[in-house]
């Protein structure tokens, strides 16, 4: 055995991974089920460092020095529980076995506890950044024992991306922790990505700017607050020109958005905690609506808009405004985010620090921005923070920008512009701050219909009105 660490799955990503595992002195085995693509990566990238080819699966796992570590890379689904089945019938007790795919995190609670039984250590890690992270240094969330990060923490915080000098890797908890907040992460992608593109709306249809000006646009936002991955690639698509036809590039798109699950995963996650992340759920619908291309054909024949023009007087505050608006939008949908790992934690059983998913993001993964410093300080200075937005920095930086936010909704409801995230996050942040809520008038409804019970504000117990009675109260208990 010569090989300190192995990667199965040779595609782009795996491929990207042991590259970049070899380029940091590790002696890398590899394999793939196909092994074109090992004798590819050899062939084109043997130079990197020390690979160790296999073409099968035993002698792969025999190339591993003990206790060995196997990173699996393949098509999340059925091929991953293939290849743990394959690798942990050659391996031993105390090895380790890593899932770096994008696995749903259910599937990864089930693995650990299937292979910890059999004696063995499964890691389900998020990995973020895409091709270029994972070859460059990712974003890498994993989870699984405690012990296993032992041996294979110092190996992924090598080569996972460094922000000030601090990896951007850290144990997240056990079992499916890792996994759930990649998926986590990947949500509040899909929640920054939509208002990215309801900002590029505004100013496109409010303010009538072209694409190429909203892109400088972008370009100076980038140097604020909202400094940012997202925000930088925007600015350069934006003033990217289409070849083929001179137009801008942004306007050749079919603007129909395509998702590959995990915003989906996180919106059915956030229904079965009860948490409102509706920043995420708002952007993973909007995907959905621009891909339903009857519904808006019906809708682009037949419905009217009775909007009124936006008359612009003063272009500068009015890209101030939606830049706010942008800003207080973007913490709201992080707020929720954290909130869905706060109650994962407490109903799954793990010991989740916010403070460090937020700094593990900071480099290496798609949302890395200048912000995520202050989502880190503001759990590090009160770890139980129960709303992010309450933290003082956010709530003066929100508050500070709220004339702005109501302005730029307000202005789209009337002009007929849809901003369903901008829109949805400030109402989430005018529920949470409400005294009352007709949550009140819910309940006494569910009570008429459904004897469903109620409490009230001045007195303990629950009870019921006889509404097709006498309409009196009883006390249920
Ligand atoms: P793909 O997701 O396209 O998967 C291709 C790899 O899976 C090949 O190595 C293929 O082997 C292997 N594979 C399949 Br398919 N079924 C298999 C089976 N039954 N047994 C063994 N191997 C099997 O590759 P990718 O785009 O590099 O992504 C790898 C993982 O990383 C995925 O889980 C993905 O979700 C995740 N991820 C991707 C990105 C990204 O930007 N692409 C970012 C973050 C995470 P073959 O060569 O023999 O067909």
């Known amino acids: 055995a010569t090989a300190d660490v192995g990667v199965t799955g040779l595609a782009v990503m795996g491929a990207n991974l042991a590259r970049n595992l070899a380029r940091h002195g590790h002696t890398v085995a590899v394999h793939n089920r196909t092994y074109a693509r090992t004798e590819r990566l050899l062939s084109e990238h043997g130079s990197d460092g020390e690979f160790v080819p296999s073409d099968s699966v035993a002698d792969f796992v025999a190339s591993l020095e003990k206790p060995r570590v196997a990173i699996i890379m393949v098509k999340a689904g059925a091929g991953t529980d293939a290849v743990i089945e394959e690798l942990a019938a050659e391996m031993e007790p105390g090895d380790i076995i890593v899932d770096a795919g994008n696995a749903h995190f259910p ?5 650990e506890k299937a292979l910890r039984e059999r004696g063995l250590h499964f890691v389900g890690s998020g ?3 895409g091709e270029e992270g994972a070859l460059n240094g990712p974003s890498i969330m ?5 012990e296993s990060y032992e041996r294979l923490g110092p190996i992924l915080e090598d080569i996972s991306a460094k922000v000030d000098g601090v990896p951007c890797c850290t144990h997240v908890g056990t079992d499916g922790a890792g996994h759930f907040v990649k998926m986590v992460h990947n949500g509040i992608e899909y929640a920054d990505m939509q ?10 249809h409010g303010l009538g700017a072209s694409a190429a000006e909203i892109g400088a646009i972008f370009e100076t936002w980038n140097s604020g607050d909202l400094e940012s991955y997202l925000i930088e690639i925007t600015a ?3 003033q990217h020109t289409d070849a083929a036809t001179g137009k801008a590039f942004v306007d050749v798109v079919l603007d129909q958005a395509e998702q590959k699950g995990t915003g989906r995963w996180t919106v059915q996650n956030g229904l079965d905690l009860g948490v409102p992340i509706t920043g995420i759920a708002e952007a993973t619908f909007a995907r959905s609506l621009s891909g339903g291309v009857a519904q808006r054909e019906a809708g682009h024949q037949t419905l009217p808009a009775r909007a009124s023009e936006w008359t612009v007087t003063d272009r500068d505050a009015f890209i101030e405004d939606v830049r706010k608006a942008l800003y207080a939008s973007k913490v709201v949908a992080y707020s929720q985010g954290f909130d869905q790992i706060a109650a994962a934690a407490a109903e799954y059983g793990w010991d989740i620090d916010r403070g460090a998913m937020a700094r593990i993001w900071r480099g290496g993964c798609i949302i890395r ?4 410093d202050r989502i880190t300080e503001a759990y590090e200075t009160r770890p139980d923070l129960p709303l992010l937005l309450a933290d003082p920095y956010f709530t003066d930086a929100v508050g500070e920008g709220l004339p702005s936010w109501r302005r730029v909704v307000a202005g789209a409801a009337t002009s007929g512009i849809p901003t369903p995230a901008f829109s949805s996050s400030l109402a989430y942040y005018d529920a949470v701050r409400a005294e009352r809520l007709p949550a009140a008038l819910v309940q006494a409804q569910r009570d008429y219909f459904g004897a469903h019970t109620y409490k009230r504000v001045d007195r303990e117990g629950t009870f019921h009105t006889l509404w097709s009675g ?5 006390q249920q208990d």
Do not use: C, K, M, Q
Request: glycine residues 8%; hydrophobic residues 40%; charged residues 35%.
């Open 195 to 204: 208002l990215i593109a309801e900002a590029y709306d505004l100013l496109r």
């Open 127 to 129: 990995v973020s950044g």
């Open 369 to 372: 921005a200048r912000f995520l």
């Open 470 to 474: 006498d309409r009196s109260e009883e």
């Open 107 to 111: 599937d990864t609670i089930r693995r």
């Open 236 to 238: 350069e698509v934006l």
């Open 142 to 146: 994993p989870g699984g024992s405690a």
